[in-house]
């Protein structure tokens, strides 16, 4: 009997992820019928500020099984919210939440169902394109550092995507987040788990998320644009859940941490850099994501076309531009504490937004 050998040209290993996703314009009305389709019976809500009125509208929805709703959610999840939280949980005998918003207030449910004693699902409903709602990966702040891990528990178990809840978010926050998103695509191709079902994914993901941008850009409230923005999204998270993350989110996730710099504005000043870096290593599929970019100059290359891109919607593609001190940058690469040469080249170029 023939056995494949580990390593051999042609094999890799994907996982899938299970999960629902409903996907459409005014998607929305559905939440209510898909926590009931789960059979729990004790509902929190948790709602970004922005989303005060689709949360509304979701209670409404959950009728009996509303039992109560967060709504003080910030970045990077503190340890003193995500305590906060797990205490309202517990008291509530929560054994769901509805998650309404950007990565923030998903990672806020996330970090409730990772340590639940009973088990706590997670439904969420996404208003920015950080993909969180994708991944089984969490992530938790205390004392001015992040801890991040993988735990299946956190994944949510059904996503609703309604373009019309981002059709209102600013158009440079809207950058930003496809910038973050764009990235998980971008990386997805070269991490050491990366393989050929996951390159599919992050590539229509880019086309995509290129697209949604470019259009966006012209026409904020454009919806169908809005919806191919999600639907970028989606791809961009299941394929940072399947390739998990490299040298840029690594780097990403250092400056954010250390130097209190915007997590998806950071993203577009550095993957850049990191992509003229990397590209080289894996040729062909760094080819196809350039393609997918769908950029003027169709042999700019990956990093040039992202630059290019990231420049023309309005986003700092320096990290000078979002205050970081170029002392930062050596301190950053002692911190790094591995390919010291290789990113303190990447940083500095980060840090004056060199054309690729
Ligand atoms: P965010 O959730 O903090 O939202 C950004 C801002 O946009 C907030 O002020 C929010 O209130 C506002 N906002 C959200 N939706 C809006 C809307 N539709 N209209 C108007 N304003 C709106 O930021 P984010 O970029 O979505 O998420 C970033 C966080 O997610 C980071 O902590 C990051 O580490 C995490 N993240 C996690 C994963 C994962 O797989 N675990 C993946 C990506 C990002």
Redesign the pocket.
């Known amino acids: 009997m023939p056995r494949p050998v580990e390593g051999a040209p042609g094999s890799f290993v994907h996982t899938f992820w299970p999960g629902r996703v409903v996907f459409g314009a005014g998607t929305l009305a559905q939440v209510g019928d898909e926590v009931a389709a789960l059979g729990v019976r004790r509902v929190l809500v948790v709602a ?4 005060r009125a689709v949360a509304d509208a979701v209670e409404q929805q959950l009728g009996d099984r509303f039992t109560g709703r967060i709504d003080g ?1 910030t ?3 503190p340890t003193e919210l995500a305590d906060a939280a797990r205490t309202t949980a517990r008291e509530a005998n929560a054994d769901a939440i509805v998650a309404i ?7 806020l449910a ?1 970090a409730v169902a990772l340590t639940s004693a009973a088990e706590v699902v997670v439904v969420a409903v996404p ?6 709602e ?2 089984p ?3 938790e702040t205390s004392g001015g550092s ?1 801890t ?1 891990g993988v735990d299946a528990r956190v994944l949510p178990r059904v996503v609703v995507y309604d373009s019309m ?2 059709q ?3 158009v440079k ?1 809207t950058a ?2 496809v910038a ?1 998103a764009m990235a ?1 695509c971008v990386e997805a191709v070269w991490t050491p788990k990366a393989d050929p079902i996951t390159e599919v994914i992050a590539v229509e993901g880019l086309r995509a998320l290129s697209a949604g941008l470019r259009a966006v850009l012209v026409e904020p409230e454009d919806l169908e644009a809005r919806g191919t923005l999600l639907y970028g999204a989606c791809l961009a ?1 299941s394929a ?2 399947t390739a998990g993350t490299g040298l840029h989110h690594k780097l990403c996730h250092l400056l ?1 941490g250390t130097y209190n710099l915007p ?2 504005e950071t993203h577009a000043a550095v993957l850049p850099q990191v992509a003229r870096v990397k590209a080289p290593t894996v040729p062909q599929s760094a080819a196809r994501l350039a393609v997918a970019l769908g950029g003027d100059e169709a042999d700019g290359g990956l990093a040039r076309e992202l630059f290019q891109l990231f420049q023309r919607a309005g986003l700092a593609v320096s990290l000078r531009e979002l205050g970081l001190r170029r002392e930062q940058v050596d301190e950053a690469t002692d911190r790094f504490g591995e390919s010291a040469e290789v990113v303190q080249a990447i940083l500095v170029r980060a840090w004056d937004g060199v054309r690729p």
Do not use: E, F
């Open positions: 970004t500020r922005s989303a959610v970045q990077h999840v918003g950007g990565g923030s207030a998903i990672g996330k208003t920015t394109y950080a993909g969180s994708m991944t990966v969490w992530g992040k991040t809840l981002s209102g978010l600013p926050v930003a987040s973050n998980h998270g940072l859940a954010g997590h998806a």
